[in-house]
């Protein structure tokens, strides 16, 4: 066997490997894109849930946000007012306090409540469902379908399935990432601030006597709760009533008033 056959092709390869090592080391020190400090600093205080809830891809996204003045210090809704204090004390700026907030299943549709056009027996998916006639067995084409995406897509384990029938939050475990929000094919889900004193617990938008038929407790449209309110803080648009939060002062005329109990 000739040696000098096997030694010289090795020794080749070996100066070619760090001959690029040594070109990849130095275009990597030309190239490379300073990062401040802070980003790093921000991202050791963040969750580090990495779940979108800010609006940016993870909480490495967030913090570079944070440091371009892009993003306020309080972006972080899992975090809340402790992280956006320590974000705060790292950007040197005072984080402003912001109410706490939760999600809100907009339907009140258990099993005693709302009714059934048919037996579904296909695709435990909401969003196949969704194309099923009617949209789903519900005789509320408005209301929650019952199948959980909402409930695999919350990272926080804060949203279950009640009654075989409908979804619901428990707000002590509730971050507000808005995960859910966007899974909910129903748009059934909102943001409200933690301590909010009353809130409709319904989608519909038929008319009174179809919500009737299909549902207990749906609204119907009377406009009881607009007109009695002290405050103007409700209104009634496409059949359904909406409470202004930020005028709701909590006297709870709106669900004393209310005949469907619909107003918690």
């Known amino acids: 066997m000739n040696i000098t056959a096997i030694i010289i092709p090795a020794i080749v390869v070996g100066c070619v ?69 320590l974000v705060g004390d790292i950007m040197g700026v005072k984080a402003e306090s912001e109410e706490k ?11 005693d409540k709302t009714k059934d056009f048919y037996v579904y027996t296909g695709n435990k998916k909401c969003s196949d469902v969704k194309f099923v006639p009617n ?47 966007d899974a909910c094919p129903q748009k059934l889900i909102e943001l409200v601030p933690y301590n909010a004193a ?15 038929k299909a549902c207990s407790v749906g609204c119907i449209a009377c406009h009881l709760c607009e007109k009695n309110c002290p405050v103007g803080a409700i209104s009634v648009t496409d059949n359904l009533a909406h409470i202004d939060q930020e005028k709701c002062t909590g006297c709870g005329i709106c669900a004393e008033k209310c005949p469907k109990k619909i107003i918690l």
């Open 101 to 111: 907030k939760v999600a809100f299943v907009k339907c009140s549709g258990t099993c």
């Open 198 to 212: 009353h809130i409709v617990k319904c989608s519909s938008k038929d008319k009174g006597k179809d919500v009737m």
């Open 17 to 85: 490997g760090l001959l690029i090592a040594i070109f990849l080391g130095l275009a990597g020190e030309k190239f490379k894109v300073p990062v401040d400090e802070r980003e790093e600093k921000i991202v050791d205080v963040l969750p580090g849930n990495n779940c979108g809830g800010c609006g940016y891809a993870g909480c490495s996204g967030l913090a570079t946000a944070i440091v371009k003045g892009e993003a306020p210090v309080n972006q972080c809704p899992v975090g809340g007012a402790p992280v956006a204090k």
């Open 135 to 181: 949209g789903g067995a519900k005789s509320c084409r408005y209301g929650c379908l019952g199948f959980g995406e909402c409930v695999e897509a919350c990272p926080f384990g804060a949203i279950h399935i009640v009654d075989g029938k409908i979804a619901q939050v428990d707000p002590l475990e509730c971050k507000a990432c808005g995960k859910c929000i």
